[in-house]
């Protein structure tokens, strides 16, 4: 993930709030954190309102996700995927 060019988006005196364990370690460029008085939060789970802030920033700023959609016919292919690591963000089965 580009965080170089996240950090950099953050307006000033933002914060930065990483939910959930990223896939790969996080590379930290301090220099738009400390240039932009960005704080930098985590959790490694939400409680409920957190969850309820997140989704209405979501739907307030046209945030979706990243997803790949395949078709029910394709189960034992995104099973196969899953279980070797290959599944990017989240997979999605629809008839």
């Known amino acids: 993930m580009p965080w170089d060019g996240y950090l950099w988006s953050v307006k000033r005196g933002g914060k930065v709030v990483i ?12 220099i738009p954190v400390l240039l932009n008085d ?7 789970i ?8 997140m989704l209405a920033f979501a739907a307030e ?4 996700p990243v997803i790949e959609e395949l ?4 189960v034992n292919e995104a099973h196969e995927r899953l279980h070797r690591n ?9 008839n």
């Open 46 to 53: 939400g409680g409920r309102q957190q969850h309820r802030d």
């Open 19 to 30: 939910v959930g364990l990223p896939e790969e370690r996080v590379p930290l460029n301090v």
């Open 71 to 74: 078709p029910m016919s394709q």
């Open 61 to 64: 700023h046209g945030v979706r």
């Open 86 to 94: 290959a599944v990017r963000y989240r997979t999605v089965l629809h």
């Open 38 to 44: 960005i704080s930098i939060r985590g959790s490694a």
